[in-house]
């Protein structure tokens, strides 16, 4: 992007000038519904100022060549024409339309002869708005005229977006609408600062440094490791990213549906600060979450919070407002308390009631969070981006129990083969010559074409025996049983028992695979004892050695420690 831009806001009543629409373009297609929305969003607003979506243009000799916003010029057109043909109190349209290879569709814009409105589509599209706009106002004619009449002269703008003549304006056009790529935010911003009318407030060489830095900013962005550390949202989900920035600084609402409401804020605080003042203001605050990224307990507490849904990165830039880092840190700590505070004691909470799910897994990923942070002096740091996002999409953590004993979502016969597979080595190794029927047993039913439930079902509940701890099962639904894994498509895995898992969780970790810190030391036995270690199986004194690892990490957050419900042996 060069400082051949012009880039303003102006009432469209001021629009004026001659508009060609060239021949790389069709010609106009807005409907009802678009020329209606326009025509509602206008009236609802009111004296509230208004902002339409960019117009860009390039100026060539004494006319101005419509690159992008010709629909909803040309319907803007159009109602100043039917407000002009029920009043001439309102007068012709103080700009003009015209067709680089359709000459006939200028003429018949401006005549609006509706004999004629079958001749062609340009016609009859032209036609059909026009009766819109004809309906829409004949429910209040002379109320909505004089109310519409005012607001486009005094409260509704467009954005003006002009390009130098030397710009590839097909080029421009292909990427603004046959590539779907529209102007961001950003883009606007950025051109903001290097418009050619800005150049009297702005050196040259100021110019280009603010684009080069534009531009660095933008390069970091891409680090995935920074960018998930601040945001729960896919990079994918913008066109840049710096946009994350420009909406902390604007206050934008992540619900918010204006897709320009960045861009007006910016706006706004032009009337008031000079460009390199906003550009300083940009650049801090940049820097100030670079700081929290590279500062070892800031990133844990902050990303903590961002990726438990705790708090907006906005909420979080806000409380850091005017704060010493000391009152800052014991603010975020207050909201990690806040975070997994509960009115029973997580003993009482089960896998079993959906409702309680959430709560489990926010104490499960703090849990990870803070013993990465408390582990190695340093030297670790939680991966938000491995935890958040790999190739193809966003990442769906699950509570997934230690050991499984039970058969949600085993329904199908291919689950019922699986789930025996990959049980048969563990009976092998625990169980020995003594399994050998059972492991027979196992595999026939593995070979069978038809395998029905029943024996499925009888077989699984002889390998559930020999592989899972007896006694008591009251733990089975319990946090001393569960933790983060990532296996909710495949249903076989997530039902299988301790050892099947830990050997699974094993070659995942040969391949590279992701896997939550907390999960691969529980599933590896860290935490238990190593005079109590029973490798093939998830007994009491693991549990035990779980949850006290829990209220270990976490002692500074817990409101009471976690009391193990009491097991039989």
Known sequence: ???????????????????????????YRWTKDEVTRLLDDIYQNGKKNYCLHPVVVRKKDNAYELVDGQQRLTTIYLIYKYMQNVNSFFGDPSFSLSYQTREKSADFLKNLDMTKQNDNIDFWFISNAYTTIQ???EQDMQIRAMHIFEYLKEDV????????????????FTRLNIGKIPLTSAELIKAMFLSRDN??????????EISLQWDNIEKELHNDSLWYFLTN???????????????LIAGKQENSREKYDTFFKFEEMRTT???????????????????????HELYHKIGYLIASNTLTLQKIYELSNNKTKTAFKGLLNDYIRKSVSISCNYSELSYEKPSEYKRIGTLLLLFNVESVRKNGEHTQWFPFDKFKYEKGGMISWSLEHIHAQHSEGMKTQEVWREWLTLHIPSVKVVGGEKQKDLIQEMQNAVEKVRLERT?????????????????????????SNLALLNTADNAALSNSTFDVKRNAIVEMDKKGQYIPFCTKMAFLKYYTPSE??????????????????????LADYLDEAIVLVKEAL
Do not use: C
Not at 275 to 286: D, P, V
């Open 455 to 479: 024996e499925f079902e009888t077989i699984q509940q002889k390998v559930l025996e020999l592989l899972s701890v007896s006694g008591n099962t009251e733990y089975m639904h319990s946090i």
């Open 532 to 553: 109590e270690n029973q490798l093939h199986f998830w007994g009491h004194a693991d549990r035990v050695a779980y949850v006290n690892a829990i209220n270990e990490v």
């Open 157 to 172: 703008k467009i954005i003006w977006y002009e390009v130098g003549e030397n710009e590839d304006a097909i080029s421009l």
């Open 135 to 137: 309906k829409w106002f």
């Open 199 to 208: 150049s009297g407030y702005m050196s040259r060489e100021k110019q280009e």
């Open 273 to 295: 600060d000079s460009l390199e003042y906003i550009w300083r203001k940009i650049q801090r605050t940049f820097l100030t979450l670079k700081d929290w990224f590279e500062n």
């Open 233 to 247: 949202r896919s990079g994918d989900k913008y066109q840049t990213r710096i946009d994350l920035i420009l909406d």
């Open 1 to 27: 992007m060069d400082n051949n831009i012009v880039l303003s806001t102006k009432l469209v009543g001021e629009i004026k000038g001659e508009f060609y629409v060239p021949s790389y373009q069709r010609g």
